[in-house]
């Protein structure tokens, strides 16, 4: 599987941006996607997430502002970024399989063994967000 991510750039505080990652090619029985960002000096982390079942996942930080969907039959995952702040700057990734499954799942789980050797990261986009 390969990701494209796209969409990132630079805006002001308040304002919009769209994030887009395609995954090209598939593995039957996974769709677990997910967006994770990396500040500056900080590690990455899950900010949203679409898991296999359909199911969103939003970080704290971004409820109320990001939202997040994908198109199955685009294989692509959507982050709709509103009210933008400047601490959401950094690099967001998008991720395809065991890391998002797994960030994901219910406490008192087990990751299925189907997710083992699946986890599939796309090349970062920029986000800048001056004040």
């Known amino acids: 599987v390969q990701l494209q991510a796209s969409g990132g750039g630079s805006a002001q505080a308040g304002g919009s941006l769209r994030l887009s990652c395609a995954a090209q090619g598939i593995i039957s029985g996974i769709k677990d996607m997910g967006w994770y960002h990396r500040a500056p000096g900080k590690q990455r982390e899950l900010v949203a997430a679409?898991?296999?079942?359909?199911?969103?996942h939003l970080a704290d930080s971004v409820k109320g502002r990001f939202t997040v969907s994908r198109d199955n039959a685009k294989n692509t995952m959507y982050l709709q970024m509103n009210a933008l702040k400047p601490e959401d700057s950094g690099v967001y990734f998008c991720?395809?399989?065991?890391?998002?499954?797994?960030?994901?799942?219910?406490?008192?789980?087990?990751?299925?063994?189907?997710?083992?050797?699946?986890?599939?990261w796309g090349e970062g986009t920029q986000v800048t967000v001056s004040s």
């Open positions: 991720n395809f399989g065991a890391s998002t499954a797994l960030a994901t799942l219910p406490a008192g789980r087990e990751l299925d063994t189907k997710y083992y050797g699946v986890d599939f």
């Open positions: 679409v898991t296999n079942d359909g199911a969103t």
